[in-house]
């Protein structure tokens, strides 16, 4: 089986942690835990196509993570996740920033911008005009909530069909 190494950016708290958790174990957990360090998690996937790929989910630590993300950390990656928490939009910049990084190393790598926290969505803050102008650019943004699952299972699914495109043409 093939595997693909899928990293997880995105700021301090936006969900990174609890969205692997939700698809990996359905679990969520409200209590804080920052992750320190990179924590891998691994997870079998059907395409459409029928075929069966292994992602391995790298979460990286952080309190600053627009500071140590690395190349290191990127190196491999077939895909990533742009986390943001809908209700900061700092959150939104970073993941723009952060994207101009993973960039430079992953070049035109597939990426979903995630926009978390849904289940709070009467408290979002995000500029609707900037992430209309991104999905006319084709940038691929989903919305989700690591509480409640919604948007989780069908975001990765959408990131492991566009990754085994990318890889196969
Ligand atoms: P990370 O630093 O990006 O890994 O973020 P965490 O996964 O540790 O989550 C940070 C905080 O946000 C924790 O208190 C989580 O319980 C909370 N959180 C994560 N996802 C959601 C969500 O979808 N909805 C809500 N309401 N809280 C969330
Ligand atoms: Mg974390």
Redesign the pocket.
């Known amino acids: 089986m093939q595997t693909k190494k899928i990293c ?1 950016i ?10 692997v ?1 939700r698809y990996v174990l359905n679990q ?8 320190i360090g990179v924590k891998i998690d691994t997870k079998d996937l059907i395409l459409n196509s029928g075929d069966q790929i292994k992602l391995v989910l790298w ?1 990286i630590a ?1 309190t600053d ?1 627009l500071a140590t993300i690395g190349s290191n950390y990127l190196k491999g990656a077939v895909g990533y996740f742009l ?1 943001v ?1 809908g209700t900061r939009s700092a959150t939104f910049d970073s993941a723009l920033q952060l994207q101009q990084q993973a960039k430079t190393i992953l070049g035109d790598a597939p990426f979903t911008l995630l926009l ?5 969505s009467y408290q979002w803050t995000l500029n609707k005009d900037e992430i209309g102008g991104l999905k006319s650019n084709s940038w691929s943004i989903m919305e ?5 699952g919604d948007g989780v299972e069908k975001a990765f699914q959408s990131l492991g069909e566009r990754m085994t495109i990318a890889v196969s043409s």
């Open positions: 997880m995105g700021d301090f708290a936006v969900g990174k942690t609890s969205l958790s969520f957990s409200a209590d804080y835990i920052t992750t979460d952080g993570s986390v928490d978390n926290k849904l289940d709070l989700c909530s690591a509480r409640q």
